[in-house]
């Protein structure tokens, strides 16, 4: 069974997602397609799964946003990620597009990127960690929470 946790504030749509496999994709599709998923950003190592699937369903699949677990993403991630949030939420006609994302659990990487958007879209950092926390539990460590604070200063 998918674990995926859906994430909404304004005109951000994230879902956030552990990582599939080939064997657990299809039951990840439906999901993603009914929540209009226009992107996927795996941020883990290797390709678990192959990507045709997901090009059916009309989901871009993004490989350019890799760090190490357990760490904060670098300056030209957060601007790769954000600039991928603008072209997806604010530079289109479909406002109710979604874009998912995982690591390799989705308690890490994938939460520190989604945090980022609702921090850079005005909101608190302690309550972007606690939106998330609330439907992603155990979502973010110390590094993770620090880094974001800084981001929210």
Request: proline share 6%; net charge negative.
């Amino acid at each position: 069974m998918p674990r995926i946790s859906q994430i909404s504030e304004g005109n951000l749509h994230f879902l956030i997602l552990d990582c599939p496999s080939d064997a657990t994709l299809p039951d990840y599709l439906p999901i993603l397609e009914e929540h209009n998923v226009s992107d996927l950003v795996r941020i883990c190592d290797g390709s678990p799964y192959q990507v045709e699937p997901l090009a059916k369903i009309g989901a871009e699949v993004h490989d350019n946003m890799k760090f190490p677990d357990g760490t904060a993403p670098s300056k030209t991630i957060i601007d790769t990620w954000l600039d991928l949030n603008n072209k997806v939420f604010f530079d289109s006609e479909g406002t109710d597009r979604h874009i998912a994302v995982h690591c390799v659990s989705g308690i890490g990487r994938a939460p520190v990127l989604v945090a980022i958007s609702l921090i850079e879209g005005g909101m608190d950092f302690s309550d972007a960690v606690a939106k998330i926390r609330a439907v992603r539990r155990g979502a973010l460590n110390k590094t993770q929470i620090n880094f974001l604070e800084r981001q929210g200063a």
